[in-house]
């Protein structure tokens, strides 16, 4: 049984009727008079991943969905006010068995090299070029800008062609077994759907994990203090990006995302710094193009629930925890999420061993994506409001205190097992908001310095001749997947 829909029940119904549907029976229950939140557009790599899981193909997607290329991120003004840098997807430059790129960069640039980090990534250049095209050798890393609402119809039809069963109605009670677990959903209707697991995606109401097994809620908002989102639609005004743009703001940040045929904008803010109406003000005052809609405020909490799996109900998606749109992250929590209920599936019932190892990698990985969105808000040199001096002098987690300090005073930078960001992810980050080692490895001083020198140009020039011989984005988008709308 899954309780609602949007992006979050139908990426669950997808990926249960494909893998498992000749062994259950899924059933889906929404109401058409409950909206979604609808604006998780951007997405990460792993989505491609996801969608050859479940058989899909690329292009007849990004058709339905309207949606375009993603290399990575374009953040400006966190570091300081004028700042900018790109966190690509894909790798940077070529380190050696002891020492990984960044320490070879860093003896570069003691030698007078002074190119930054991203001119030794192909997705940083390509992106700054407005260039892309796919290829058989995987040397672009890439996700996707896509449209939600359309991304939930499209994942609907997938579902319901291999068997899914779609009831409409609006939940009115939720009844349960005398040990607490849920038997049944009750619609307004008066129909009541019974099953054996039940899958929460009623996004931030929670009505099965939080309205009906109180499950309590872990804040994060002492690290992560935005509280409210600003979303509007407006019309395409120029070639279409391979990037979303952020841009840091007295109290906040924004957001810029093309699509084929609209942009969708955002304000992300904390209340505590700025009204409602200072965000829509600040927000259509720094937009391009004609509005489409208006603006929509989404109030949010940051954290996670204390476990993701509660009995016979796992929270899937917005109903089991928040951290942020910063990094794109919310589709790729739906997917990984049902993806690792898949693999812990307890079709001989419920057992404690299943639900505990479940909750614990959820919890990690959750964690570990809180860590490096506090990272830009916390790395900054900024001091010129209110909110980002709170967040320069606050306290953070342990865990990335840890990091942050091996990499200031070493260079150090790493990818613990099953974390989503990649060490060039934390790179990339690091360095782009000025944060810089006071030492590096040693082992390249051993390098003659002609041979040093040579050998960080040739990573450039070679990147260089890779993308003067792309396509513009715009061409590439037209040609592969072009909406028929």
Known sequence: MIAGGGTAGWVAAAALVKQLGKLLKVVLVESEQIGTVGVGEATIPPMRTFHSLLGIDEQEFMRATEAVFKLGILFKNWGQVGDEYIHPFGSTGQGSYLADFQHFWLRGKSKGVNAEFGAYSLEVQAAKANKFATSKTGSINYAYHLDATRYAQYLRQFSEKLGVRRVEGKIQHVSQ?????????HLESGEVVDGDLF?????????????TLKTPFEEWSHWLPCNSAIAVQTESVEPVRPYVTCTAHHAGWQWHIPLQ????????????F?????????????????????????????????????????????????????????????MIGIVRLMKFFPFHGVTQSLV?????????????????IIL??????????EFWRYCKYMDVPDSLSHRLAL???????????????????????????????????????TMPDEELVGHLAKIRNTISEVVGK??????FVEHYCKSQR
């Open 274 to 334: 700025m009204s409602d109406d200072q965000a829509i003000q600040h927000l259509l005052d720094n937009v391009q193009g004609k509005v489409l809609t208006n603006p929509r405020v989404i109030k949010y909490k940051t954290g996670r629930r204390k476990v993701f799996w509660n009995k016979n109900c796992v929270a899937l998606g917005l109903s089991s925890g928040f951290v942020e749109p910063l990094e794109s992250t919310s589709i790729y929590t739906f």
């Open 261 to 272: 045929h609209r942009v969708g904008n955002g304000n992300v803010f904390c209340d505590k």
């Open 356 to 372: 505990d190892e479940y909750n614990s990698q959820s919890i990690a990985e959750l964690e570990n994506i809180r860590d490096f």
């Open 199 to 211: 899958i929460d995606c009623t996004g931030f109401a929670g009505l099965l994990i939080d309205k």
């Open 470 to 475: 792309l396509p513009s984005h715009q061409e």
């Open 407 to 445: 990499f200031r005073e070493n260079a150090f930078a790493y990818q613990g097992d099953g974390e989503l960001f990649r060490r060039d992810s934390w790179l990339h980050c690091m360095l782009g908001q000025g944060m810089m080692p006071e030492h590096y490895h040693m082992m390249f001083h």
């Open 177 to 185: 077994h005398p040990g607490g677990e849920i038997k049944a959903l």
């Open 376 to 385: 830009h808000y916390h790395v900054t040199d900024r001091e010129d409001s």
